[in-house]
């Protein structure tokens, strides 16, 4: 019987997305972790005030905002990056009969500073925390965005999908033959949003409070390691084993 190829001139099918008795396919998933020192660190500054009328409490903001900033900025390049963020002026009400009048007004501003020099990081934790109506979180720690470490470790994990797909072929007496794909994993399902990005451990915050008193001391502060993993799903096609 003769066949006829399709009407058209239509391409043939796409290959199958399994192996097949000649060309066998080996489905594999490369993993790897490192360990490294961060490369900078994040701190938040919420300096507050209070006023018995909203324009007291924001010249107040106003002046200890300027201090601050002063301060921070003489670290100079020791400061990578400085914003501010949240700002507020709300009423503090109080009971007055049977209704409420405003007894006095609060003021917040939050400033978020990122530093890579460790040893000024803890002076200016404590020269921050020891200034009134100042409070300071942190530190996080995190690798940098463009970090090696992070090609490092990817190109780690291709390697380790290779070796163990390699040893799956020498145990059948056999050896790779070609890369058919290879992904990251999720790569092919949409990412939810506001899920975080990056491979970034940040350290549990901790909080410093302004406190009266002396000059205070510089703080040690220990850098926390960071751990960055990497997963690769990866298929290739064997020689056919003689099995």
Known sequence: MTTHPPAGGAEPSAPVPYGTPEAPRVAVRGEAHLERDPEIARIDITVGARGSSRRAALDDLTGRNAAVLDLVGEYGDAVERLETGAFSISPELSRHGRGERVRAYH????????????TALGELVSRLADQDLTQVDGPWWALRPDSPVHREVRQQAVREA??????????LGTELAA???????????????????GMHRRMPTSSFAGAPGGEAAPLDLQPQRQHVHAQVNARFTMIAPHL
Do not use: C, T
């Open 107 to 118: 003021g917040r501003v939050r400033i978020g500073a990122e530093l890579a020099d460790f």
């Open 162 to 171: 290779v070796q163990r797909a390699r040893e799956y072929a020498q145990a």
């Open 179 to 197: 890369l058919v794909e290879i992904a990251d994993i999720g790569a092919e399902q949409p990412i939810a949003p506001g899920a975080p990005a």
